[in-house]
């Protein structure tokens, strides 16, 4: 425990906010385009560097707000009515701290593949009210371990449905599809690799976590904090007029229905290929669904869009650090070093080791795919490499520091009332054991 308090005093003194950080690595990656390239034909100038920062600055909009979305959706679904009850039923499952810390872990990890959005607010709400129903009920438990069990979603999320990397390149109009081409869902988030790892994460984590709380000492939830959850399922005043629309379900199902439709027809047309889009059109449809009115499915978002507000300052940012390395060539710079270091089958293995230490600095999956995705590609293609396993293992090391990187779970947190320090123990646990899992996964196959 001694070990995981200097941890995050560490990580405080050492790490500024992750807009700063982004910051600071972009003039970080003018520095080294300074030093490492030439530009027109003689040493690369600032002036130069900032046009292709403004450049690159622009040129993620769409991706961006594709990834708001996703996060937004995902917080609307968490927080219906359906999902609470659904909540509600799997509290009868809880008997003791083993079986909530089994629970929680392995329906946060099935949401998470799902939609990280939802994953990560519905684990947060669980462990919330798990904490609640043991606290009303005199039931010892492991209260920080119960809120690890929820952010452990965290850790799979990149390999599932909504996994930034895998389902960008699978789309006609990524930004990498120059020089990539399109990479189909089947051999990514579908292939045998990524099923296999899949399982293997939703076999070993509960576990995990039901080990740890079998031999740990459980405690009663005394000191819960209040919480107040958002206010979007209040019952109105409805409205006279036009304004009944806002509240009326036969419109809202209608409307949803719609969208599911056509939702489905596109999954067909496309050979059941997935896509940001394709997502976050299914989710809006799902949301309205949920919600049962425009009015409450608006409340909704209107409570989840605070979530989004890192995607949204800060993925310009890293599209412009991606400008810099593409249009100075710093990505060959580095591709060259990963091809001096690596061979077809250590690349790899550099790439998930390199992308964990990368996310600490840009905690978002689309940020640094972004980012790290150019030069990954570049240097694949030169080794040899299958592009399809280079995006999983970039997925997989961002995933697995997550468990490292406060940035998401600051939502966990203010649901549950703990504090960095009394989860990251037990998200030391499940880092070890991913390192593990992705590691087996990315040597067999």
């Known amino acids: 425990m001694s070990f995981s308090r200097q941890f995050v005093k560490t990580a405080q003194r050492l790490l500024p906010s992750p807009f700063t950080l982004a910051i600071l690595i972009t003039f970080f990656t003018a520095i080294l385009a300074l030093l490492l390239t030439n530009g027109s034909g003689q040493k690369m100038q600032l002036l130069e560097i900032g046009e292709y920062w403004q450049k690159g600055f622009w040129e993620l909009l769409a991706f961006t707000l594709q990834m708001m979305l996703i996060l937004v959706l995902g917080h609307v679904l968490a927080i219906s009515p359906i999902v609470n009850r659904g909540i509600n039923y799997l509290l009868r499952f809880v008997k003791g701290a083993a ?208 979530s989004s507000t890192g995607i949204m300052i800060q993925f310009p940012l890293y599209a412009g650090i991606m400008g810099i390395m593409k249009y100075s060539g710093l990505i060959d710079v580095f591709s060259q070093f990963f091809v001096s270091i690596s061979s077809d089958f250590t690349f790899p293995f550099f790439t998930f080791i390199s992308a964990g230490i990368v996310n600490i600095f840009v905690p978002s999956g689309g940020g640094q795919w972004a980012v790290q995705g150019p030069i990954i590609v570049e240097a694949a293609q030169q080794l040899n490499v299958p592009l399809a396993k280079s995006v999983m293992a970039l997925a997989y090391g961002d995933q697995i520091t997550n468990m490292l990187q406060p940035f998401w779970a600051l939502p966990l947190l203010g649901i549950t009332g703990l504090k960095a320090q009394q989860i990251l123990p037990y998200c030391l646990a499940l880092f070890t054991a991913g390192i593990f899992i992705f590691g087996i996964g990315l040597a067999l196959f």
């Open 99 to 306: 079986s909530a810390a089994y629970v929680v872990c392995l329906v946060t990890l099935v949401l998470a593949l799902f939609n990280w959005g939802l994953g990560l607010v519905f684990g947060a709400l669980f462990a919330r009210k798990v904490g609640e129903f043991a606290k009303a009920n005199n039931i010892p438990i492991n209260y920080p371990l119960i809120g690890a069990a929820g952010y452990a979603g965290l850790m799979v999320w990149h390999g599932g449905l909504s996994g930034s990397a895998p389902v960008t390149v699978a789309g006609a109009d990524h930004h990498l599809v120059a020089q990539m081409g399109v990479i189909s869902t089947d051999l990514t988030i579908f292939s045998g690799m990524n099923l296999t790892v899949s399982a293997l994460l939703l076999i070993l984590l509960p576990a995990l976590m039901y080990f740890i709380a079998k031999r740990s000492e459980p405690t009663l939830c005394e000191l819960l904090p209040d919480y107040i959850a958002p206010n979007v399922n209040t019952n109105l005043q409805k409205e006279e007029g036009a304004e009944r629309l806002n509240h009326s379900r036969p419109l809202a199902l209608i409307t949803a229905f719609i969208f599911l439709i056509i939702s489905t027809m596109w999954f067909v047309n496309s050979g059941f290929a997935l896509s940001l889009n394709f997502i976050n059109f299914t989710l809006f449809g799902l949301g309205i669904w949920l919600h049962g009115s425009f009015h409450k499915f608006t409340q909704a978002a209107e409570a989840a869009i605070g």
